[in-house]
């Protein structure tokens, strides 16, 4: 069964500085994995998706990759603003199915 | 503009009294699910469907139901709601990738529900 773990669960950082989240998972037959960023009170939005092929995905300040031998994926803040603070989450799905299984997520705080 | 819609966003209810939480999305995905997010115990999923009439379970779905008849709508049925399925549930949707798994997943905003 896929288990997906985020450490650390908070972080707070100053403004300017870049970071790094991490997720690791236990099935290494990961058809995607997918960084979310949650809102207080709100839904989630889809930041990144890589596909089982890929190894990495870049979004203006945003980097995740993902190292399928080690289940690990990482995502990569540059330059932190205060309109980053948020709860970030990742996901996989299980191998051979469409279940989807979510970490607990990292609360970020970016101080200005 | 795309979107996946939920209704309600809020709801207190009593147990046992049946309740409809629906879900649509306006995107022509043929991946609709349903999650729980509960403190401490993060999201976790609840049922799942890759298309019309095709639904699955995922990691929580005992006290629901679901249905698939349209591509566009998938509702979430707590036939007799009880005080553990006061939660924070959300809807999302995405196309399938030809090689399996999902896309990009777009959620609602969310349906707060307390069953009293």
């Known amino acids: 069964k896929q288990e997906v773990t985020q450490i650390p669960a908070a972080l707070s950082v100053p403004e300017g500085e870049n970071l790094v989240l991490n997720c690791s998972f236990t099935?290494?037959?990961?058809?995607?994995l997918q960084w979310f960023r949650q809102d207080p009170g709100k839904g989630l939005t889809s930041l990144l998706l890589?596909?089982?092929?890929?190894r990495e995905q870049t979004s203006g300040r945003l980097n995740a990759s993902l190292d399928k031998s080690s289940g690990r994926s990482t995502l990569y803040i540059a330059a932190s603003q205060p309109g980053d603070s948020a709860t970030y989450l990742c996901?996989?799905?299980?191998?051979?199915?469409?279940?989807?299984?979510f970490g607990k997520g990292t609360k970020l705080t970016v101080n200005p | 503009e795309a979107q996946v819609t939920q209704n309600p966003r809020y709801l207190i209810t009593v147990t046992g009294k049946k309740l409809t939480v629906t879900c649509s999305q306006n995107?022509?995905?043929?991946?609709m699910s349903w999650y729980r997010q509960d403190p401490g115990l993060g999201l976790r999923q609840i049922y799942y469907?890759?298309?019309?009439?095709?639904?699955d379970k995922g990691d929580v779905p005992e006290g629901y139901k679901v249905s698939r008849k349209e591509k566009r709508n998938f509702p979430l049925i707590l036939e007799s709601p009880s005080p553990n399925q006061t939660s924070l549930y959300f809807c999302?949707?995405?196309?399938?990738?030809?090689?399996?798994?999902?896309?990009?997943?777009?959620f609602g905003e969310g349906s707060r529900l307390t069953v009293l």
């Open positions: 995107m022509n995905h043929e991946y």
């Open positions: 469907s890759m298309n019309v009439e095709v639904t």
């Open positions: 099935d290494s037959a990961i058809y995607n």
């Open positions: 890589i596909q089982s092929s890929q």
């Open positions: 996901a996989g799905s299980q191998g051979g199915s469409e279940k989807l299984v």
């Open positions: 999302a949707s995405s196309l399938l990738r030809t090689g399996g798994g999902t896309g990009e997943l777009f």
